[in-house]
């Protein structure tokens, strides 16, 4: 009930979030020695209803120091959760050791859209350019595929 209270926007997640004001979970998020609690946190910013215009470069700054690749996805998804803000953050990621986490940055640069995949011409020039230097076959397929289907 205090999810619906304080006014998230989908309780899909509910299950794999945690209660606090922003700054609280940001706390945890970057000091946190739980993984699943920084996970916890990284997921409640996917539906957080009010977050601050910084909010973006904390999650930014989380997923450059987070040691667990589920916790960097979820970071990930909280960030393009954040909007266009949140989603000009993302490259950040197709630098990555783990394969997943690179083709999932890739993906979450894209929005869907009624007419279809929508992806910025500045994140389009960076998936392109990633191109030439990603090594791994399935994160090129996939960045391959979100280029192709995306105008």
């Known amino acids: 009930m205090d999810f ?12 794999d979030q945690m209660a606090g004001d922003e700054a609280a979970l940001v706390a945890t998020l970057l000091n946190g020695a739980l993984a699943t609690r920084r996970r916890a946190a990284a997921c409640t910013f996917i539906t957080y209803p009010a977050p601050s215009a910084s909010l973006p ?7 450059s ?3 667990h690749a589920a916790v960097r996805e979820t970071i990930l998804r909280a960030l393009s959760a ?3 803000h ?9 630098a990555d050791p783990v394969p997943g986490v ?6 979450l640069m894209t929005t869907n859209t009624p ?7 500045q994140l389009r020039q960076t998936l392109g350019n990633h191109l030439r230097v990603e ?4 994160v090129y397929d996939t960045i391959q595929r979100m280029l192709g289907h995306s105008y």
């Open 4 to 15: 619906t209270l304080t006014g998230h926007r989908d309780l899909t997640w509910f299950a």
């Open 57 to 63: 470069d904390v999650l930014a700054q989380a997923l």
């Open 65 to 67: 120091t987070e040691p």
């Open 82 to 84: 954040q909007g266009e």
């Open 86 to 94: 949140g989603r000009d953050r993302l490259p950040a990621a197709l």
């Open 102 to 107: 690179r083709s999932l940055a890739a993906i």
């Open 115 to 121: 007419q279809g995949r929508q992806l910025s011409p």
């Open 135 to 138: 090594e791994d076959r399935s």
